[in-house]
């Protein structure tokens, strides 16, 4: 696969094409922050051709090219494009409980082409969308990578996996119906047939629910539902195909089982003890806890359409989610940031920066889940910190996010690939 500009991106056994374009261009930084350091720069220029970082460093060390206007963001603070590695773009609150049953897989993608520019515009310029009907991501991507809508780089997986009558199953409706979920599978050899479909349609990242969940129905978060020899398949098959797997699992045991299976990172990670912590760090497996969301829920999820038993269930694992995300990190897990957004509504994804410094972590460690780890956990190399030879992902706020983290629910400034596609710093 080839992008506009020609390049081939290779990211271990799989070759994908962020979208790339033919953009030159600078930008001065007041203020820049480096990640890997957690330290800021000051009076930095960013320079960037073709869609990716030529040269950078302290303004006066290195000619600017000739013809080139920098940007001025001499005011503000420049940091590398935010990413988010829980996304549901083709959803939202409300598609939640009975009201989704009225909802095609046609508007669902134009749901999602709303909320992938809402999403870059809220400073995320790369997603990892884990849970979609009917492939709406794939084409949301697709549109994206064509220049045709606005958006982040995307991961996608298509419809998740799961057990008949599980969290990943829909079951609203009676026998009569006949009604599953497109990504229904049951026993090994059947989820691997499953992974391969999946892919076969555009997946870039496997997303399986091994355990039960909040917003489904007849199911309890903490039960496991997929075995460990069906987990084992799935991550077995999706490796062997070149796709990491992203495993939903609230439940103590279902944790365990997706990281001795080989799972690369744990979505929701609720109840996880510390056997679970200490398999993770073992295992190089990447925790992600989305912490924010669980306010939205109890405050706004009646209104939303959610159904009671939902409400009743996130009341049981709100809080302690909450805690366990501040022991696994104080232990030393390895942690990337996603929220699962569409349970919440779009562009708020850097709410949750502020409940996990609530919850034990500095800035830093917040933004570097956000960045590096995140980066690392999607498998693109040039995304998550500003480089020489990276894409020109960056955004840019007023203020200090090492000092105040919520200066990042308000993000002025996002270039993406070289194109600027918000710049609040210009309005006079
Ligand atoms: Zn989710």
Redesign the pocket.
């Known amino acids: 696969m080839k992008n506009p500009m020609g390049r081939l991106i290779t990211v271990g056994a799989l070759v994908l094409a962020p979208c790339a374009y033919a953009q030159t261009g600078a930008i001065r930084c007041g203020k820049l922050l480096d990640v890997r350091a957690g330290a800021l720069l000051s009076d930095q220029v960013v320079v960037f051709e073709k869609g990716e970082i030529t040269a950078m460093g302290t303004e006066g060390r290195f000619a600017i090219p000739k013809g080139i206007t920098p940007v001025d963001l001499s005011s503000a603070t420049c940091l590398p494009g935010l990413i988010d590695v829980?996304t549901?773009l083709t959803g939202e609150p409300t598609s939640n409980g009975y009201a989704a049953l009225g909802i095609s897989v046609p508007r669902e993608t134009v749901t999602g082409v709303k909320n992938a520019r809402l999403t870059l515009r809220a400073g995320f310029t790369a997603v990892r969308n884990?849970?979609a009907s009917g492939f709406s991501d794939v084409a949301v991507r697709d549109g994206i990578e064509a220049g045709e809508i606005e958006g982040p780089r995307m991961i996608v997986s298509g419809p998740p996996l799961g057990i008949t009558g599980g969290h990943c199953d829909n079951n609203l409706l009676p026998y009569e119906f006949h009604f599953k979920e497109a990504g229904v599978a049951d026993g090994p050899w059947a989820a691997r047939a499953k992974v391969r479909e999946v892919i076969k349609y555009g997946a870039t990242v496997i997303k399986v629910c091994a355990s039960g969940g909040v917003l489904s129905k007849g199911d309890q978060p903490g039960t496991p539902q997929y075995t460990l020899e069906e987990l084992q398949a799935i991550a077995e098959e999706a490796h062997k195909l070149g796709r990491k797997v992203a495993a939903?699992a609230h439940g103590t045991q279902s944790i365990k089982d997706a990281i001795r299976a080989g799972i690369d990172s744990i979505?929701h990670s609720s109840l996880i003890d510390d056997e679970g912590i200490a398999l993770a760090k073992q295992h190089g497996t990447f925790l992600v806890f989305?912490i924010y969301n669980d306010d939205y829920i109890l405050q706004q999820g009646e209104k939303a359409g959610m159904l009671p038993e939902s409400i009743e269930k996130e009341k049981k694992i709100g809080r302690l989610q909450r805690e366990n995300f501040r022991h696994a990190f104080q232990s030393g897990a390895r942690m990337a940031f996603g929220t699962?957004s569409?349970?919440y509504p779009h562009g708020d994804n850097a709410k949750q920066f502020a409940k996990m410094v609530e919850w034990g972590m500095k800035p830093i460690d917040a933004i570097q889940a956000a960045t590096i780890n995140a980066a690392e956990l999607l498998g693109w190399a040039k995304i998550g910190s500003l480089e020489t030879g990276h894409f020109a992902d960056l955004i840019a706020v007023s203020g200090d996010p090492l000092n105040d983290v919520r200066v990042l629910e308000n993000v002025k400034f996002v270039l993406r690939g070289g194109t600027v596609y918000r710049n609040d710093f210009a309005v006079k």
Do not use: K, L, Q, R
Request: hydrophobic share 20%.
């Open positions: 829980h549901h884990v849970g939903h979505e989305d699962d569409g349970v």
